[in-house]
T-cell receptor
């Protein structure tokens, strides 16, 4: 089954404790992206990757890092999490292409930073 | 600045009562407009892509249309299982999506 898998689904942690949210897709997609979803603000892009070793900032990259060492994986790293990073996070992937290709989303990771 | 606005924020319908959701956008260059459905505890699920004004797409009880400034998602004779949040997004750059904040739809039996 074609899917985007995120882990963990839920995490409660404390300020300053480094964490990684993993994302893996089995569709051989070139493009992958991370979003955060906050009430009243919608989905906002954090980082995206056009292919292996190619990443770039989205609209809200501060406090986050990413890496793309393999095509299927795109982890999101919070080096020193803060309470304002409490949010619902989604990973997405799609085929590359100039005209719109639909992005396929994982089921989300709910992070609470105390 | 690229902007996507969805209305209404919430909509309550009786089963069988048709209605429309609106997505208006202001973007510098539209490469595609997407509709997604999001259920509680789930990620957005792709419904439609529209590329140019005048285009229409249909799937079961849903029909999406596009003009130069807005898109409509028409829901005909909705059922309770159509209850969800419907998200609109526009692609402005290479795979860059700008999302609206969604319309929460509740269909009562």
């Amino acid at each position: 089954e074609a899917q985007v898998t995120q882990n963990p689904r839920y995490l409660i942690t404390v300020t300053g404790k480094k964490l990684t949210v993993t994302c893996s897709q089995n569709m051989n997609h070139e493009y992958m992206s991370w979003y955060r979803q906050d009430p009243g603000l919608g989905l906002r892009q954090i980082y995206y990757s056009m292919n292996v070793e190619v990443t770039d900032k989205g609209d809200v990259p501060e406090g986050y890092k990413v890496s793309r060492k393999e095509k299927r994986n795109f982890p999101l790293i919070l080096e020193s999490p803060s309470p304002n990073q409490t949010s619902l996070y989604f990973c997405a992937s799609s085929t590359a292409g100039g005209m719109g290709q639909p992005q396929h989303f994982g089921d989300g990771t709910r992070l609470s930073i105390l | 600045e690229d902007q996507v606005t969805q209305s209404p924020e919430a909509l309550r319908l009786q089963e069988g009562e048709s209605s429309s959701l609106n997505c208006s956008y202001t973007v510098s260059g539209l490469r595609g407009l997407f509709w997604y459905r999001q259920d509680p505890g789930k990620g957005p699920e792709f419904l439609f892509t529209l590329y140019s004004a005048g285009e229409e797409k249909e799937k079961e009880r849903l029909k999406a249309t596009l003009t130069k400034k807005e898109s409509f998602l028409h829901i005909t004779a909705p059922k309770p299982e159509d209850s969800a949040t419907y998200l609109c997004a526009v692609q402005t750059g290479f795979q860059k999506l700008v999302f609206g904040t969604g319309t929460r739809l509740l269909v009562s039996p």
